[in-house]
């Protein structure tokens, strides 16, 4: 579920859920007048809540379903195993090139903003009450660690829950800087891959090759081996080569939540204009460049200047088309009866996080059972995709129909919260 390189088409990308918190109103001090006959009682800071959903900007639970289905066609598409392309059809090229415009890395981008975004506004309510955010931070990000471990080890190893929940730790550190030292720190952070490549290369050292297919049926068993195998690949190149570009997208999720730019574009129809004006004639631009450049230069005299720039064409297609659906859907949202036209949409973003552990839950059975593994072409991931949304959304309507929260969703604000949280809506 990659924002980032690698690209979504060689891990899953990981998309997590993110939420938003609310702080209590503080009661009233308690003063004496003249002289206090006895000492006043300590005032007790307001306790933190998780935000109601009428409390929720309907416009970040809509992007954040249209991420986790878009990060579980990703998943579909590129993550089971598919046969040569050679023996492709037409059909499956077309929806590997149009999943290839659309969908690759432009979904876990979204992700990476909002994760950044709903993390300083937590922070911003809980400072507000007077608190240190820190320790409820560290036990949101410890359960999202546990959850994302043992998705990866037992079901799909590009799970990109623990990689946020260790990235979510070194937010931490954002806190205190400025506007201006997250811009640098968001820069540096895009620049780092290169200078780690660079410098591997100055001393000799290369990156682990990419654990290779066997060519033979999937078993259980294999499928479980070749799951760590990966699990060991990623963990050992995404932290240097594909961690900090996720790091960059979620400071910039940061400082647009305090400018309240998500708030202003979801109630500014000539914001959100704006906003899809800039941001689509650059994705069209870099997508254009980065179907023609490489036929350009002969691969015999190929530079490290080149695959930089070949890079920086592809994640700037991403994030501005990232930035399209953002605005196209604040549109959408500011229309007369479309967010409850979208009420689909904002079922499956409450239950994000839910919805993207079901994910693995339902294709890995189906991949084992079936023999896709390695198999999986094109259409059938696009199909395959289709299933398992026509399950996700109608359940998610069911359940929050009946519930508060998603299951996974109550179990998160539990162990943040350290107190028990009301799963039945009221």
Request: aromatic share 12%; proline share 6%; net charge positive.
């Amino acid at each position: 579920m990659s924002p980032t390189a690698p690209s979504e088409r060689e891990c899953s990308r990981r998309t997590g859920s993110l939420d938003h918190y609310e702080d209590c109103m503080a009661s009233e001090s308690t003063s004496t007048r003249g002289f206090a006959l006895y000492a006043p009682p300590q005032q007790e800071a307001p306790a933190v809540r998780p935000l109601a959903a009428v409390e929720r900007l309907p416009l970040v639970d809509v992007l954040r379903g249209v991420a986790i289905l878009g990060v579980l066609l990703a998943y579909t598409l590129w993550n089971l195993g598919s046969p040569p392309s050679e023996t492709w059809s037409r059909t499956d090229r077309i929806v590997d090139f149009t999943g290839d415009t659309l969908v690759d890395g432009k979904f876990i981008t979204i992700f990476a903003f909002l994760f950044g975004a709903g993390t300083a506004q937590q922070w911003q309510r809980i400072e507000a009450s007077g608190q240190n955010p820190v320790g409820i931070h560290l036990r949101r990000m410890l359960f999202l660690l546990t959850a994302g471990l043992l998705h990866a080890a037992l079901l799909r190893n590009g799970d990109i829950l623990a990689p946020y929940a260790i990235l979510g730790v070194a937010l931490l550190a954002a806190r205190r800087l400025s506007a201006r030292q997250l811009v640098v720190a968001a820069v540096l952070l895009a620049l780092l891959p290169y200078a780690i490549k660079l410098g591997f290369g100055a001393i000799g050292w290369k990156f682990p090759h990419r654990p290779g297919a066997g060519g033979e049926s999937v078993s259980r068993f294999r499928y479980w081996r070749e799951n760590f195998d990966w699990l060991r690949y990623w963990y050992l190149t995404n932290p240097l080569l594909s961690w900090p570009r996720i790091l960059t997208v979620m400071l910039a999720g940061v400082l647009a939540q305090r400018a309240g730019a998500m708030a202003r574009v979801a109630a500014d129809a000539r914001l959100a204009r704006r906003l899809f004006a800039t941001a689509f004639p650059i994705a069209v631009a870099g997508r254009i460049a980065l179907v023609l450049l490489p036929g350009r230069w002969d691969p015999r005299h190929w530079t490290l200047a080149r695959g930089i720039v070949l890079n920086e064409v592809y994640h700037m297609g991403i994030w501005s088309l990232a930035a399209v659906y953002v605005a196209a859907f604040a549109l959408l949202c500011q229309r007369p009866d479309w967010p409850a036209r979208l009420h689909w949409l904002r079922a499956v973003g409450r239950m994000a996080f839910t919805n993207y552990l079901i994910q693995a839950l339902i294709v890995v059975p189906i991949c084992l059972s079936f023999g896709l593994f390695d198999a999986i072409t094109p259409t059938r991931g696009l199909l395959l995709a289709l299933g398992v949304a026509a399950i996700q959304i109608p359940f998610s309507v069911w359940w929050l129909t009946r519930f508060e929260y998603g299951p996974v969703e109550w179990l998160w604000r539990r162990a943040t919260y350290g107190a028990r949280v009301t799963r039945l809506r009221v």
